[in-house]
């Protein structure tokens, strides 16, 4: 290890590293608030592509901006560069000179970024970059975001009128005042279910405006005489002019628009952390680490996620087991008993039957990062470099990696380090909950799983492998997609009628009798190995049928080639979820 012959030089040398990386953030905070700002105009313009192509964008700019960081210090730093004395130093400058800045937390998120990459750090290492379980966002945050409240002086509707028209657009309002009775219709419904008559007091909106895909939101909260409601308004910019599209006033409500299912919001926020309290506060069952993600701050999400396991690993005994349902053969998975989510890494070897490589697996989950997720695609957080205590493993668990993760997990002492692996929330696979649901909810699961298909569909994603273990069940009862190894666009597949048999012998034939090529599907056959008793099939059938005739699929990537845009909603399922063209 290099030392510094002159502790004032070495002192500068690290003074000025920290103050390189606190420069290189803040270029990349503000390449990312400007992607996001692009919003509101995109918005007004309809430009759909554009909104996608600023998802992907910025999506990218936190690895090219730590990758470019990491080469100018190794360039300024010279054979120094790895030098864990000198980064300690500057680890302590770095924490002193962000204390003033807006979410510090952030800050020591990249500098750890650069330090592990820089390093090859496995596990973590606490000289050299800020340990996440001391790493709390919302520590310190003594001041509420940025929000507008809109008073009740004697009128509902004049106040709905004054919040709507806060709104700024260069798109005229369609039908203004139609927007207005919606509001209000809704608002009304909800307070007449919740059998409460005590007026409204106002209602307080975060000041910037949420953006996500195709629609603007105004995100916050109605105060009444002892009670407060989440809300969350939906608008919409058709041919005509804007329209209020939804109104959503419960929890489970929003907190489906909040989804880790969708894609990030695009908003511009001054101090994230901020916005991250007022959410919690309406979504109180959201955890901390879902609610950075999908403001766009996906870093600073898995950051929070790591602090979150390992904080639950500190205060239980909770072992890692076999996850539930079937056995993967592309992922071995487990997952934590008492803990909201599952561990995935890719087997070294696949069976034949699987005709796909490692490179082409992590390629599928890097797409469906930057995809629109639609509501039914699961966010999955790729991890490197991890390492837990061995004793929290299961006999099975440990065996299964070790056996058939040799390339990605080894055992050292007493840790297992699992060099790459992905983390999801957990979810209840479709065919168990099949097993032990109520009839009812089976005949909901099963109209929710062909509405995943279709809407997948629509965002140009073909599932590839339908079979029931590959879709779970949420909380709120929405059925999700979450295995990725042959998933693929829709456009790049030949969606063909089965041949017609030339013979008695063809049709008895165990293979087939016609020639099939890799990216042909036959969606006729799909209802075939589902494994729905006769009623759950006659179910599916009268929901989804058109989803089996390939001449469904063809029509849709004639509309994807074309360049429409089909609309998939994050609205709850109580309102009527339509697939329509923009």
Same mark, same amino acid.
């Given at each position: 290890m290099a030392t510094a012959e002159n502790p004032a030089d070495d002192t500068a040398l690290a003074q000025q590293c920290a103050g390189a990386v606190i420069d290189a953030f803040a270029r990349y905070n503000a390449d990312f608030r400007a992607v996001t700002r692009r919003a509101p105009e995109r918005f007004d313009s309809r430009d759909w592509p554009g909104v996608q192509a600023d998802v992907v964008e910025r999506l990218d700019l936190y690895t090219q901006s730590v990758n470019s960081t990491m080469e100018a210090l190794v360039r300024l730093l010279g054979p120094r560069a790895r030098d864990a004395v000198l980064w300690r130093n500057a680890k302590e400058h770095f924490a002193a000179g962000i204390q003033s800045l807006p979410d510090p937390e952030f800050l020591k998120t990249f500098f750890s970024s650069i330090t592990r990459r820089l390093f090859g750090t496995i596990g973590v290492d606490a000289d050299i970059e800020f340990i996440a379980l001391d790493l709390d966002p919302l520590r310190g945050v003594d001041r509420q975001v940025d929000t507008i409240i809109y008073e009740n002086r004697g009128s509902l509707e004049l106040l709905v009128e004054e919040m709507l028209g806060g709104f700024r657009s260069r798109t005229p309002w369609r039908d203004f005042d139609g927007s207005v009775e919606h509001v209000l219709t809704d608002l009304f419904l909800c307070l007449q279910r919740m059998g409460e008559k005590r007026p409204v007091r106002a209602i307080e909106l975060i000041r910037p405006v949420f953006y996500q895909m195709t629609r603007a939101y105004l995100v916050g909260r109605i105060h009444g005489e002892g009670y407060t409601l989440p809300m969350a308004i939906a608008i919409r910019n058709g041919r005509r002019g804007i329209l209020v599209d939804a109104v959503m006033l419960r929890e489970t409500d929003v907190s489906i628009l909040f989804s880790y299912t969708r894609s990030y919001f695009h908003v511009d926020l001054e101090r994230v952390a901020e916005a991250v309290v007022f959410l919690r506060a309406i979504m109180p069952r959201k955890p901390v680490s879902e609610l950075f993600t999908v403001l766009g701050r996906a870093k600073q999400g898995k950051t929070e996620r790591f602090r979150e396991i390992f904080r639950?690993?500190? =205060?239980? =005994?909770?072992? %890692?087991?076999?996850? $539930?349902?079937?056995?993967? !053969?592309?992922?071995?998975?487990?997952? &934590?008993?008492?803990?909201?989510?599952? %561990?995935?890494?890719?087997? =070294?070897?696949? /069976?034949?039957?699987?005709?796909?490589?490692?490179?082409?697996?992590?390629?599928?989950?890097? !797409?469906? %990062?930057?995809?629109?997720?639609?509501?039914? !695609?699961? =966010?999955?957080?790729?991890?490197?470099?991890?390492?837990? /205590?061995?004793?929290?493993?299961? $006999?099975?668990?440990?065996?299964? &990696? &070790?056996?058939?993760?040799?390339?990605?997990?080894?055992?050292e002492g007493d840790y297992v380090t699992v060099n790459h692996m992905y983390i999801e929330r957990k979810m209840t696979p479709l065919n168990l909950f099949l097993r032990s649901a109520t009839r009812e909810q089976c005949e909901q699961a099963v109209i929710e799983y062909g509405q995943a298909i279709r809407e997948l569909a629509y965002t140009n994603i073909f599932a590839g492998d339908l079979l029931l273990k590959n879709f779970g069940v949420t909380r709120n009862g929405r059925v999700i997609f979450y295995d990725y190894d042959e998933l693929c666009r829709v456009t790049d597949c030949r969606f063909r009628d089965v041949p017609e048999a030339e013979s008695y012998e063809d049709e008895m034939r165990a293979e087939s009798w016609f020639y099939i090529a890799e990216n042909d599907v036959f969606p006729e056959t799909f209802i075939n190995f589902l494994g729905f008793d006769p009623h759950l099939k006659q179910v599916f059938l009268e929901a989804h049928g058109d989803i089996l005739e390939a001449d469904w699929w063809r029509q849709l990537q004639e509309r994807i080639t074309k360049g429409e845009v089909v609309e998939v909603l994050p609205y709850h399922s109580h309102r009527v979820r339509v697939a329509s063209s923009l």
């Amino acid at each position: 290890m290099a030392t510094a012959e002159n502790p004032a030089d070495d002192t500068a040398l690290a003074q000025q590293c920290a103050g390189a990386v606190i420069d290189a953030f803040a270029r990349y905070n503000a390449d990312f608030r400007a992607v996001t700002r692009r919003a509101p105009e995109r918005f007004d313009s309809r430009d759909w592509p554009g909104v996608q192509a600023d998802v992907v964008e910025r999506l990218d700019l936190y690895t090219q901006s730590v990758n470019s960081t990491m080469e100018a210090l190794v360039r300024l730093l010279g054979p120094r560069a790895r030098d864990a004395v000198l980064w300690r130093n500057a680890k302590e400058h770095f924490a002193a000179g962000i204390q003033s800045l807006p979410d510090p937390e952030f800050l020591k998120t990249f500098f750890s970024s650069i330090t592990r990459r820089l390093f090859g750090t496995i596990g973590v290492d606490a000289d050299i970059e800020f340990i996440a379980l001391d790493l709390d966002p919302l520590r310190g945050v003594d001041r509420q975001v940025d929000t507008i409240i809109y008073e009740n002086r004697g009128s509902l509707e004049l106040l709905v009128e004054e919040m709507l028209g806060g709104f700024r657009s260069r798109t005229p309002w369609r039908d203004f005042d139609g927007s207005v009775e919606h509001v209000l219709t809704d608002l009304f419904l909800c307070l007449q279910r919740m059998g409460e008559k005590r007026p409204v007091r106002a209602i307080e909106l975060i000041r910037p405006v949420f953006y996500q895909m195709t629609r603007a939101y105004l995100v916050g909260r109605i105060h009444g005489e002892g009670y407060t409601l989440p809300m969350a308004i939906a608008i919409r910019n058709g041919r005509r002019g804007i329209l209020v599209d939804a109104v959503m006033l419960r929890e489970t409500d929003v907190s489906i628009l909040f989804s880790y299912t969708r894609s990030y919001f695009h908003v511009d926020l001054e101090r994230v952390a901020e916005a991250v309290v007022f959410l919690r506060a309406i979504m109180p069952r959201k955890p901390v680490s879902e609610l950075f993600t999908v403001l766009g701050r996906a870093k600073q999400g898995k950051t929070e996620r790591f602090r979150e396991i390992f904080r639950h690993l500190e =205060d239980t =005994d909770d072992r %890692f087991v076999v996850a $539930p349902g079937d056995k993967g !053969l592309v992922m071995a998975c487990f997952t &934590l008993s008492d803990f909201d989510v599952v %561990f995935k890494v890719i087997r =070294d070897h696949f /069976p034949e039957v699987k005709n796909v490589r490692r490179e082409e697996v992590m390629a599928k989950y890097d !797409l469906v %990062f930057k995809h629109d997720r639609a509501g039914r !695609l699961v =966010d999955a957080q790729e991890f490197k470099r991890m390492r837990f /205590p061995r004793e929290r493993f299961s $006999p099975e668990v440990l065996a299964e &990696l &070790l056996g058939e993760c040799a390339m990605t997990v080894q055992l050292e002492g007493d840790y297992v380090t699992v060099n790459h692996m992905y983390i999801e929330r957990k979810m209840t696979p479709l065919n168990l909950f099949l097993r032990s649901a109520t009839r009812e909810q089976c005949e909901q699961a099963v109209i929710e799983y062909g509405q995943a298909i279709r809407e997948l569909a629509y965002t140009n994603i073909f599932a590839g492998d339908l079979l029931l273990k590959n879709f779970g069940v949420t909380r709120n009862g929405r059925v999700i997609f979450y295995d990725y190894d042959e998933l693929c666009r829709v456009t790049d597949c030949r969606f063909r009628d089965v041949p017609e048999a030339e013979s008695y012998e063809d049709e008895m034939r165990a293979e087939s009798w016609f020639y099939i090529a890799e990216n042909d599907v036959f969606p006729e056959t799909f209802i075939n190995f589902l494994g729905f008793d006769p009623h759950l099939k006659q179910v599916f059938l009268e929901a989804h049928g058109d989803i089996l005739e390939a001449d469904w699929w063809r029509q849709l990537q004639e509309r994807i080639t074309k360049g429409e845009v089909v609309e998939v909603l994050p609205y709850h399922s109580h309102r009527v979820r339509v697939a329509s063209s923009l």
